[in-house]
């Protein structure tokens, strides 16, 4: 008897996998272990791996489909083993606006493309039905329409199209002539080479300036400013399918917002200090691969502030608080589709550089997919920084089961006081936002105080 291969629990909050493409086809020998597909979650897209020997006899879902959990994917057996689908089909992706449902579920496409088909060869005939007049000639184009001045010469040809050969065309355009302000002399009024030559030395087929831009007064009499943007959709409309990490997204930022009372504190740091100390350690050890990152130093502070901190490092849990032994930092990284937290288990055990390699290494496999549930859940604090795109301050949503997210802004150049004297520095914003039922607003700024100490006195997290 065949065996049956359903759709596994790939997250801890995953509802529905995508089955992004298959890596065996039907037919093919597979072993235990041997990678059957890409499934994308809601977290990340993970490979399926096979839990039996014999053959692929059937695919159930197709590349590209939504299959719930448990549903049927694919059976494996003995060669010529005969299998009949299971009860249960695979969610199907909306194809967007070019399916309509009819019948009992059936899908079919509207073909607009043979509307136009039809409404060509309708006006290829005239009223009689006879077929219309051949097509001008493909140099005949639409010619502009100037307002001409006076004694200006009227267009040849009549109408919206101009008679002119491609020679003259290609002349008008070297010599800033305007094609519709000279009069052709060639059979049935096309313009020719010498007809062009005649215009730039008579001077009367010049292009007119622009207009002036018009600038009518609105109601209160106010003249509105002449647009220099350009106009129209900024997009094409289109409406697309939720992906299931979006959707994941979007349901644990609303229960975070609506369940977990935020409230937010901030502090401006010094940042010159450790700017100063993250160049030299870069050019010490550029020999050595090394390339700190601001945003390492401030994954390090985090961990060490935790340390000084610790009731920050917890996690509400109904009728009780769980408050952790070990700073799991994560921090956020963008994607297409949204955004995922991978993880840095024991950072407050790991030094500056090896925080630096295991996020560069986790950051890398976030963008790619390729992250293990285990690299992007179980975090006790979050990091949120948008300094790089040049955003200076911010307040980030908590998430949860974490009590606590730090918001990071961008370094900023700026005069401050040092020592009772106005000099130039770099600063940064720091924004951390609380959940209300485990962190208190002193406990939050006793927090940040921390944090603040270690990031000015950069070389304290080098011990």
């Known amino acids: 008897m065949a065996n049956i291969i359903e759709m596994p629990k790939l997250s801890d909050t995953m509802t529905v996998g995508t089955l992004v493409k298959w890596l065996k086809k039907e037919g093919d020998t597979v072993a235990t272990g041997d990678m059957l597909a890409e499934v994308e979650t ?5 490979e399926l791996e096979s839990f039996f020997d014999g053959t692929l006899l059937k695919i159930f879902a197709p590349d590209g ?36 449902k009819t019948g009992e579920g059936e899908q079919k496409k509207t073909e607009p493309e043979d509307k136009d088909k039809a409404g060509a060869s ?27 001045g006076e004694g200006a010469v009227a267009p040849s040809g009549g109408g919206d199209r101009i008679k002119i050969s491609p020679l003259a065309r290609k002349l008008a355009a070297e010599k800033g002539i305007d094609p519709s302000r000279v009069t ?70 609303v229960e975070s917002k609506t369940q977990l009372p935020h409230f937010y504190v901030e502090i401006e740091v010094d940042a010159a200090p450790l700017l100063s100390l993250r160049e030299q350690l870069n050019t010490g050890l550029e020999e050595q691969g090394v390339k700190l990152s601001v945003n390492d130093f401030v994954l390090k502070g985090c961990a060490e502030a935790l340390r000084r901190v610790p009731q920050v490092n917890g996690s509400w849990e109904g009728d009780k608080i769980r408050y952790f032994g070990a700073a799991h ?46 690299q992007f859940t ?17 307040t980030a949503i908590i998430n949860p089961p974490n009590a606590a997210i730090l918001a990071v802004g961008t370094t900023v150049k700026k005069p401050i006081v040092k020592n009772d004297q106005i000099v130039m520095g770099e600063t940064m914003i720091l924004t951390l936002s609380c959940d209300h039922r485990v962190v208190d607003g002193a406990v939050g700024a006793r927090y940040l105080g921390a944090l603040k100490a270690l990031l000015e006195s950069p070389a304290l997290l080098l011990l």
């Open 378 to 394: 179980g975090g006790t604090f979050c990091v949120s920084n948008l300094g790089m795109m040049g955003i200076p301050r911010f």
């Open 42 to 46: 809601d977290k990340a897209t993970m």
């Open 184 to 253: 052709g002399s060639g059979p049935g009024g096309r313009i020719v080479r010498a007809d062009i030559l005649a215009a730039e030395k008579s001077g009367t087929a010049k292009p007119e300036p622009p207009a002036p831009a018009r600038r009518d007064a609105d109601s209160r009499g106010v003249v509105a400013a002449p647009s220099i943007l350009p106009k129209g959709p900024i997009q094409e409309e289109k409406t697309v399918q939720v992906s299931n990490m979006r959707g994941a997204i979007a349901r644990r930022l």
């Open 65 to 100: 489909s939504q299959v719930e959990l448990g549903a049927p994917l694919c059976a494996i057996g003995k060669p010529g083993e005969k299998v009949d689908a299971p009860a249960g089909k695979p969610k199907e992706e909306s194809t967007g606006e070019g399916e309509q």
């Open 329 to 374: 930092v994560s921090f956020a990284v963008a994607l297409e589709e949204g955004l995922i937290t991978p993880v840095i288990r024991d950072t407050h055990d790991k030094d500056i550089f090896q925080i630096s390699t295991e996020a560069k290494a986790l950051g890398k496999l976030a963008r790619d997919k390729k992250l293990k549930p285990e």
């Open 122 to 148: 309708t006006a290829a005939k005239d009223e009689k039905g006879q077929p219309a007049a051949a097509a001008k000639p493909a140099e005949e184009a639409p010619a502009p329409r100037p307002s001409h």
